[in-house]
């Protein structure tokens, strides 16, 4: 069996590909090809593949970012991002104001401050509120890209490439917090978590590779080949 076995199954956010077919507007070239999967149980599931095998793309189709130009995209998810460089992604002077961004804004004032401690406590950046951004490390900006996406109430995040900026301490502190939110079974969370640094596929519940537009089967780690 792949991914977390969940106790409240109607709450587990899902995604389904059938037989989907993705072309850039003027290219003949499929980037997605005939590909069909499924993402159907609470966990961390990564992908990896070549450089131009059609990752990103598979990510900007799960959003609807993109449309596909062939098959049937499922999904019941609330989808956040989170992107290789954080600097792309942060908009707001401060820790404070780029999580009020996210937030559902008729909440109450307490509760809103509430919510910013929680998000950033689970995502190890407690006391952070008031920094101006350009004070964080690499690292940091990228748990603040998470914590976002924790108070907007995602329930299952994009990760694409989220440690190719990051050395190997603040690359294990994102696993570990990834980690910790997708074992949480009160609170169904999955991550879809694309990387080409192999050392990471150890911490997924289930990984694939995406080839010539399609994604294999998904594996346990320990029984994933990578050619
Ligand atoms: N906006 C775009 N317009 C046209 N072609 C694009 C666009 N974005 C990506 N492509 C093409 O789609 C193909 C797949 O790109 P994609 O970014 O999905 O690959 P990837 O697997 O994420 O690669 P990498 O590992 O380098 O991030 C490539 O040939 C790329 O040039
Ligand atoms: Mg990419």
Redesign the pocket.
């Known amino acids: 069996m792949i991914g977390i076995d969940n106790t409240s199954l109607d709450q587990v956010p899902k995604v389904t590909f059938q037989n989907v077919s993705f072309s ?2 003027g ?1 003949k ?1 499929l ?1 997605i090809n005939n590909c069909s999967f499924s993402i159907n149980k609470q966990g961390l599931w990564m992908i990896v ?12 189709l799960i959003t609807g970012l993109l449309k596909p130009s062939n098959g049937v995209i499922n999904n019941s998810a609330n989808f956040g991002m989170v992107f290789q460089n954080p600097d792309h992604q942060i908009l707001m002077p401060n820790c404070r104001s780029e999580l009020l961004l996210n937030i559902n804004q008729k909440l109450s004032r307490k509760e809103i401050t509430n919510k910013i401690d929680i998000a950033l406590k689970k995502v190890g950046l407690t006391g952070f509120d008031k920094r101006p951004i350009h004070t964080l490390s690499g690292g940091q900006k990228q748990r603040l890209t998470i914590a976002c996406c924790l108070i907007g109430d995602k329930n299952f995040i994009l990760m ?2 989220p440690t190719a900026l990051l050395d190997s301490s603040s690359q294990l502190k994102i696993l570990k917090i990834i980690r910790d939110l997708t074992n949480n079974k009160k609170n169904p969370f999955t991550v879809l978590w ?1 990387t ?1 640094r192999l050392e990471e596929l150890i911490y997924a519940d289930a990984v694939a590779e ?1 080839k010539n537009g399609n994604l294999s089967d998904w594996q346990k780690p320990l029984n994933f080949q990578y050619n």
Not at 49 to 60: E, F, I, Q, V, W
């Open positions: 850039w507007p290219k070239q980037v593949g070549k450089n131009g095998s059609g990752k990103s793309s598979l990510l900007k694409d490439e694309i080409h995406m």
